[in-house]
């Protein structure tokens, strides 16, 4: 991830930092800290997990970061997922049933905010069931793969 997104993140408070001492990793004598930036889930299952697209790797302005708040991340991540809908990769996080964009059933993009910071998708009637399938997710634990590359400009 560039740097400039990682601040970006800092800047909106939602940059999680692990501490790892001596004392609980005998193995290294010093103290370790790792940062993680929010992810984003394309399904509960651990490979489905990715790391945040950055938008200007999509095309938007170099200076565009500087001037986003966290609705216009929402937006840009929701055109991203749009696009992971599209193509058939993404499921919701509850009931794990592959979401696509003309379905009777609605779905939303969440923003979790509790715990880890993690954006997923989930149908409307399955949101209240939410809370329980994130629970005992650390985020640290969870290792995410590169997001995929959608063109985003055609939209
Ligand atoms: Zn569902």
Redesign the pocket.
């Known amino acids: 991830m560039r740097n400039e997104l990682l601040s970006w993140f800092a800047r909106e408070g939602l940059l999680l930092t692990n501490v790892v001492s001596p004392m609980e990793d005998p193995e290294h004598d010093e103290i370790k800290i790792s940062v993680r930036a929010p992810l984003l889930a394309l399904s509960r299952s651990s490979t489905d997990f990715r790391e945040c697209p950055d938008p200007v790797l999509f095309g938007y302005p170099e200076s565009s970061l500087e001037m986003m708040n966290l609705d216009d991340m929402n937006e840009f991540v929701l055109s991203w997922f749009e696009q992971a809908v599209e193509a058939g990769m993404a499921r919701?996080?509850?009931?794990?049933?592959v979401l696509n964009m003309g379905e009777e059933?609605p779905?939303d993009a969440v923003f979790v905010s509790h715990d880890m910071y993690c954006w997923l998708l989930?149908?409307f009637?399955?949101k209240r069931y939410l809370n329980r399938d994130l629970k005992g997710r650390h985020p640290f634990e969870v290792s995410a793969q590169p997001p995929e590359f959608f063109d985003l400009r055609l939209i």
């Open positions: 919701c996080f509850v009931c794990n049933q059933k779905w989930v149908h009637d399955c």
